[in-house]
Structure formats: structure tokens, C-alpha cells
């Protein structure tokens, strides 16, 4: 069977009419793509930014502590960066933090008296993990909505390791002049500063 457009004449003119194949379609599919999306699953190795190494001492810039001054002590995976004030000097404890959300300072806190497997042992995952209470939803826990908040219990394990870690840093710290009152000092800026042209 051909599928040459056929030509009708009426009258004086003549028209071309389109075969059966050459008409529109009378509908259209819901989708456009058929084939299915490609979804990048495979996670890309993080590598830490040459001026974040282990002693160096950042600013924060978010969070509870934003504008505290930190030191290093390990970078994580995924841009996670493990640090310490010391919590003795700034009050800043062990925590993990984003590495987009501090400066890197060109100063470095020397950490040769820092025990590396205790370090090891505090950037495990599951160190940090809330460990949630589970209460039964009953009568219980009705009445105790009304009872004042208590004080939150620091678990005794982690300040053993807050106090072991911090030993040898702060040791380290005090051999510098003015760097205790630095730490402890926080960052901001002022009207007319200009933190591009600043050196850290």
C-alpha cells in the first residue's frame, strides 16, 4: 500500500491530502522521556581543603559556638571536621563540625603530646549519637510534663575523654604567649571591616 499523499481536485484548485502515516496523532503520551532517569549513586571521596590540617586553629562560623576560635584535632569523612576548644580555656567541647563553616587560621597548635588512638576512638560515628530515652506514652509520662527541667547529666565516659584530650593540648597551648587568651577570645567583625583583604 502507498503512502504518496494523494491529490483531489475541486473545481478549479487542487489540494494535497496527507496520508494516514503523515496525520496528527489524535493523542499524546503523558510522559516524554520513556527512558527512565539516571540517579548518580556512588558518593564522592571527600578531600579536605590544604589549609584545614590537624593542629590548625579555625574560627567557627555556625552553630551554638559560631565566633569561637578551635583547634583541629581530625578531619572526618563527608566534610566533617572533629574539634575541641579546649572546653577548659573556651568552652567548647569534643563536637563535629561542617568544614564549609569555619576559616582556617595560619597558626597551628602543636599536638605532638595528643594520644592519636583516644582521638581514633571520639571520630567513631556512634560516639555521637543522642542515645534517645524511650518512655511509654501512659500515665507516667502525663504527669511528667509538668515537672520542671532538669539539668541534662554529661555522661561520665565522655568528660573522662574531654579531660584526657584536653591535657595534652592545653600543655601544648600555654607554652605560647597570648595563645590561651586568644582561644578564648571570639571572633567578630566590625563596621568597615573587610574579611577578603584580611590575613588569617
Known amino acids: 500500500m502507498s503512502t504518496k499523499p494523494t491529490t483531489k481536485t475541486f473545481g478549479k484548485s487542487s489540494r494535497e491530502v496527507p496520508a494516514a502515516a503523515d496525520k496528527a496523532k489524535k493523542w499524546y503520551n503523558a510522559d516524554d522521556e520513556t527512558d527512565p532517569k539516571k540517579v548518580r549513586k556512588a558518593v564522592r571521596a571527600w578531600t579536605p581543603r590544604k589549609s584545614l590540617q590537624p593542629g590548625t586553629v579555625l574560627i567557627l562560623l ?37 568544614a564549609r ?32 530515652a524511650k518512655e511509654k506514652a501512659g500515665q507516667e509520662a502525663f504527669f511528667k510534663q509538668g515537672e520542671k527541667a532538669q539539668k541534662k547529666e554529661i ?21 605560647v604567649d597570648l595563645l590561651p587568651s586568644y582561644l ?4 567578630s567583625l566590625r563596621k568597615g571591616d573587610k574579611p577578603h583583604e584580611m590575613a588569617w
Not at 599536638?111 to 549519637?129: C, I, M, R, S
Open 62 to 98: 555556625a552553630g551554638r559556638f559560631r565566633g569561637k576560635r578551635v583547634v583541629l584535632l581530625k578531619s572526618l569523612d563527608q566534610g566533617v571536621l572533629l574539634v575541641t576548644g579546649p572546653f577548659k580555656i573556651n568552652g567548647v567541647p569534643l563536637r563535629r563540625v561542617n
Open 101 to 132: 563553616y569555619v576559616i582556617a587560621t595560619s597558626y597551628k597548635v602543636d599536638l605532638a603530646g595528643l594520644d592519636q588512638k583516644k582521638v581514633d576512638e571520639v571520630a567513631q560515628p556512634k560516639y555521637f549519637t543522642a542515645e534517645k
Open 155 to 175: 555522661n561520665s565516659t565522655r568528660a573522662a575523654d574531654q579531660k584526657a584530650i584536653d591535657k595534652a593540648l592545653i600543655a601544648s597551648i600555654k607554652k
Open 184 to 187: 578564648a577570645s571570639s571572633f
